[in-house]
């Protein structure tokens, strides 16, 4: 069928003479549908169901060969090799000059790093950008040309894809010495258009950004105030507290403005007013009043506008995402109706079961999920299901699916179900989290007593003889859940598998002590054979017991809420993690570019003094050598640093002196970006999350089994789910007739 046919053409409740004259669909309509039709409206019914489920847009080509297209490039395979590729040329970073490859980053250890020959990483960046091409062809030709000039994500695609082949072959015509690399800066671009949770998180921030800008400025105007105020405060005498203070802190205007910049973050509190406060204890009302207007109200100002703000915009985004929802699951309704026309039903009645059970056979879905819905189409038999019941179907998606546990064996002899019972009650756990907790315990103690006596004098025959019979209760206690549980009843759960794996480890490495080591006895100290010493297999042993102790998390309510939060955070939160990624790419690119190699170790002609003759907390004081940004790894490292704020201060007066008074505008928007927006963000969506599972959990109520015994959808949709609103049925049939690649007819 030509895309052009109109695909929902029949007229409700009549026999379909409203419809234009000339249209093959409506005389197919009139007369019945035939196989073909009813094929194709299979097909679309299933390519709908899967944007609906995935939230996807339905603006896209509907003929056969369109479809197979658009479900082959949504494929899971065709999606991973396009992640790859992504991960691929992000990873190039590590391997261009200047390499990452070596053991430090530190300039007085690091060797000769290895640089890849010119042509090597430019003919896998050449690959993966031929990849991009094909998938904005592929997506391109998908929606349309009508759409592709509309959408301004394609069209920045297809201008960083000309730009990066442009700079790509300067490279090659250069023989890899072009002094800038502009392609590096466009390739998180990739990452971002790739993901739309990432481009709706983008727009809310760009949403925000005024917001944010009013209580930044604010916090500017408080600076200010405040710099010319301490300049004016801290002139005195020279050898007096207040000399000292000007000659350290508020010597000029930008000294001044960084010193109680760092104090907004309290890095440098409270050595910035030591000086003044040693001579004169009054001098302390100028500090602590800055830091209480700034970093106590200011600073928690903008994260309580930054979660409002962003929470507000990111409801509209996850609206307009239900409302997407919503339009697939219509638009598989309205394709799947028309098969119940001309076969005893009458027109418009709804949906035979039957043509939406074989819809769903095809369906890409989780299977757990898939099958809750199958038993309930079954339920329907031979009837008609209509809107509202399609509808209400597929809100099983957006539910907790329980997740059925395989049944555990049964044992005829009663000593044997006696048994069963005993080791799968809950009681047994109890039992076996306190011995985890005796041997966490015993570990402890050797540790303090042995905390003075070096490796090799130590005499590991206690310890070892515990950490033999420890792990032979871990064996034990695996083997009876298994016998109580069956193996299928043991691996369905989550703490069991992870109890399995550790105890197997364990077990293993017991066994290789053992044979290489022999048997614990008093004076245990062999000497080292093979890879690792024995105080080496005892300490990774002593590590994965510690490791093992996790498995009480889901046992205590108040952390398994915790727990929760966390992992629903790693889940679903993947989109803000990925814009941190990209910002700290694009920040390493640009420090490499500014300061690679600017600071120099002491020695060989260097201006840098030795640590003897280095001030207090400086750079070279505190032997901070293996931060910088000679590498795109030692970049990263740096930026975390920075980040942290914890004595940030360091790096902007080691790169003022090295570089010039302007790389502070490097480290001053990157802490704005990184410290002030993205963590404030973060943080505020920790706490959305958290209030959302307090609030489902209800009243902490056992949460054990919740963890253990549900397979929940928490995406980000269900943080609103209370305030969202369900569109209309004028909404949904309006947004159909306007479909670009979709025909109606009134």
């Known amino acids: 069928m030509a895309e052009s046919e109109p695909l929902l053409s029949r007229a409700r409740g009549g026999s379909g003479r409203d419809c234009p004259e000339g249209l093959p669909a409506c005389r197919s309509v009139q007369v019945g549908p035939g196989a073909a039709w009813q094929d194709l409206c299979l097909e679309q019914a299933v390519v709908f169901i899967e944007d609906a489920i995935k939230y996807r847009s339905i603006n896209h080509r509907m003929d056969a060969k369109s479809m197979w297209l658009y479900r082959w490039y949504y494929s899971d395979m065709c999606q991973w090799i396009l992640s790859f590729v992504i991960f691929l040329i992000l990873s190039l970073a590590f391997i261009e000059t200047p390499s990452s490859f070596t053991s430090t980053s530190d300039a007085r250890y690091r060797a000769e790093p ?12 050449v690959l993966c950008l031929l990849v991009f091409m094909a998938d904005l062809a592929v997506k391109s030709y998908l929606v349309g040309w009508a759409q592709f000039r509309k959408s301004l994500w394609l069209l920045a695609y297809f201008i960083v894809l000309v730009v990066s082949l442009m700079d790509w072959m300067v490279s090659l015509s250069l023989l890899c010495q072009e002094p800038l690399r502009l392609r590096r800066l466009l390739r998180p671009f990739f990452l971002l258009q790739n993901s ?86 009054a001098y302390a009302i100028f500090f602590i009043v800055f830091t209480l207007i700034g970093s106590l109200f200011l600073m928690n100002l903008l994260t309580a506008i930054i979660y409002n703000q962003f929470r507000g915009y990111l409801l509209k985004s996850v609206q307009a995402s239900l409302f997407r929802k919503r339009l697939g699951t219509r638009a598989a309704y309205e394709v799947l109706s028309r098969t119940a026309e001309g076969q005893a039903h009458p027109q418009g009645a709804g949906v035979k079961a039957q043509d939406l059970l074989q819809a769903l056979q095809k369906v890409q879905v989780d299977s757990t999920r898939k099958q809750a819905i199958v ?62 907790l005796a041997n966490l315990v015993s570990i402890c103690v050797f540790l303090v007593l042995d905390a003075d006596i070096l490796p090799h004098n130590r005499d590991d025959f206690v310890l070892g003889i515990l950490n033999c019979v420890f792990i032979l209760y871990y064996l034990a206690e695996m083997l009876l859940k298994v016998f109580a549980l069956g193996l299928l009843g043991y691996l369905s759960y989550p703490s069991n598998v992870f109890d399995g794996l550790l105890t197997v ?242």
Not at 114 to 125: A, I, K, R, Y
Request: proline share 5%; hydrophobic share 45%.
């Open 505 to 746: 480890i364990l077990l293993v490495l017991e066994i290789s002590t053992l044979a290489v080591y022999r048997f614990p006895h008093p004076g245990w100290k062999p000497e080292m054979q093979g890879l690792l010493s024995l105080w080496d297999m005892v300490r990774l042993a002593n590590m994965l017991i510690v490791f093992r102790f996790l498995r009480i998390i889901p046992s205590m309510k108040l952390m398994a809420v915790v727990a929760s939060t966390i992992l629903g955070l790693v889940r679903n939160m993947r989109a803000f993690g990925g814009i941190l990624v990209v910002v700290y790419y694009i920040f390493a690119i640009v420090g490499i570019n500014l300061f690679r190699g600017v600071i120099k170790v002491p020695g060989n002609g260097s201006l840098a003094p030795d640590n003897g003759s280095a001030p207090c907390g400086s750079y070279e004081q505190l032997e901070y050598w293996a931060n910088n940004f000679d590498d795109f790894a030692a970049a990263l490292v740096t930026l975390w640093n920075v980040m942290v704020v914890n004595n940030w201060q360091v790096f902007l007066d080691a790169y003022q002196r090295y570089s010039g008074p302007w790389s502070k505008v490097y480290f001053v928007l990157w802490w704005l970006v990184s410290s002030v927006l993205w963590v404030n963000l973060f943080l505020a969506l920790i706490l959305e999350n958290f209030l959302h599972k307090w609030d489902r959990r209800g009243n902490l109520q056992p949460l054990s089994g919740d963890l253990e015994g549900t397979h929940e959808m928490s995406t980000v949709d269900l943080l609103f789910r209370e305030v969202l609103e369900e569109p209309t049925e004028e909404e949904l049939m309006e947004k159909l007739r306007h479909h670009p690649h979709l025909q109606r007819c009134r």
């Open 114 to 125: 290895w640089n890849p020959p010119c042509g090597l990483t430019e003919s896998v960046e």
């Open 375 to 436: 038993e309930k189409v079954r339920a329907y038999g031979d009837g008609l299901l209509s809107a509202d019941d399609f509808q209400k179907l597929f809100n099983a998606f957006d539910q907790s699916v329980t997740k059925e546990h395989p049944p555990p064996p049964e044992y005829q002899s009663p000593f044997l179900r006696s048994a069963q019972f005993l080791f799968g009650h809950r009681y047994f756990d109890c039992l076996g989290n306190l011995i985890v």
């Open 196 to 281: 739309s949770m990432m481009k709706k998180t983008l727009k809310c921030i760009r949403w925000s950004l005024p917001e944010m800008a009013s209580v930044v400025l604010l916090l500017a105007l408080h600076l200010c105030v405040f710099t010319m105020f301490g300049m004016l405060l801290f002139t005195g005498e020279k050898d007096d507290g207040q000399d000292r203070e000007r000659l350290t802190y508020f010597r000029n205007l930008p000294e001044a403005l960084t010193s109680l910049l760092v104090l907004l973050t309290t890095a440098n509190n409270p050595d910035v007013m030591v000086p003044a406060y040693s001579k004169n204890r």
